[in-house]
């Protein structure tokens, strides 16, 4: 009788432990976190139009399906959007960006496989909207370009402290029909540097058979030269003289019908008026600012002479 009650025990410890040993090895099933990865999304505003949108792309190392978000809110038909069934998994979000400027995009995966895989959401996603580059508001455009004082043979956006900065300017106003501006029509021309107490005059003259206004900044360290490295921040101002109306009188007849007594009669008229041929033109400011880095010049510090 002790031996099977003593068998029986024991049979019962066996059982009961494996009934724990696999119950173990079920709750320490591994779970994977997949990646996904953001590109592309890098819109325009205006320009992204739903005919023409930016496109932000999802890859991930698993199939599933990734909802994407600016700056924390769900971009309108992105939500759940399928990756592709093989490798490379991706999944694509057409974005139409409403406001210019820096953002940040992200995205979050729930995997097809739930059983080895766990939820995801992608690194945040920094991208710049573009926005158009705005000249000036005013009627007057301008083309600037700088060369060198010593070297005047090729365009030039980076210079040396040292370096005399030669800027040629032309401009046309859009109030007098698009004319050039030169001598003739501009009452004042000049170029600031913030930072710069001195205001360079830009005079107007031939240089190679070509009309155009110029006027030289000195970079140094002599007193009075501009020596602060890195961008130029200047200013490229033009003032046009106002055109008065061109007038003429002309002759006017006319007629009229009176009662004279007791008939009516006809009388005729000649009076003289004044006709507008030209209508006159205020004058105009323009300005010109680098606002864009194709245009930003850079004065860089001059080379050290080891010895």
Known sequence: MMRRLLASVTVGALALGSVIVVGAGAASAATTTPT?????????????TPDSPATIIATTSVAGAVTFNDAGTTIAGCSSV????????????????????????????????????????????????????????????????????????????????????????????????????TSANVSSATLTVNGYSTTIPLT???????????????????????????????TITMQTIAVPAVTKKVSVVSHKRLKVKGKMVTRWFRTTKTVVVTPAVPGATGTFTPSHTMSVLTLLAAPVTLK
């Open 36 to 48: 996904v990865t953001l590109s592309g999304g890098k819109g325009m505003v205006p320009g992204s």
């Open 204 to 234: 107007y003259g031939n240089h190679g058979g070509l009309g155009m206004w110029t006027g030289v900044l000195q970079t140094g360290t002599a007193t009075g030269d501009y020596s602060p490295t890195g961008a130029i921040p200047y």
């Open 82 to 181: 399928a990756t592709t069934t093989v490798a490379p998994f991706v999944a694509t979000c057409s974005w139409v960006p409403t406001v210019a400027g820096p953002t940040a995009l992200g995205a979050t995966f729930v995997p097809t496989d739930t059983v080895d895989y766990v939820n995801a959401t992608a690194p945040t996603y920094n991208v710049v909207i573009a926005a158009p580059i705005q000249g000036n508001t005013g009627p007057i455009t301008f083309t600037v370009d700088t060369v060198g004082t010593s070297n005047s043979c090729g365009i030039q956006s980076s210079f040396v402290v040292g370096d005399g900065i030669v800027f040629r300017v032309a401009a046309n106003d859009a109030d007098l029909g698009g004319a050039p501006l």
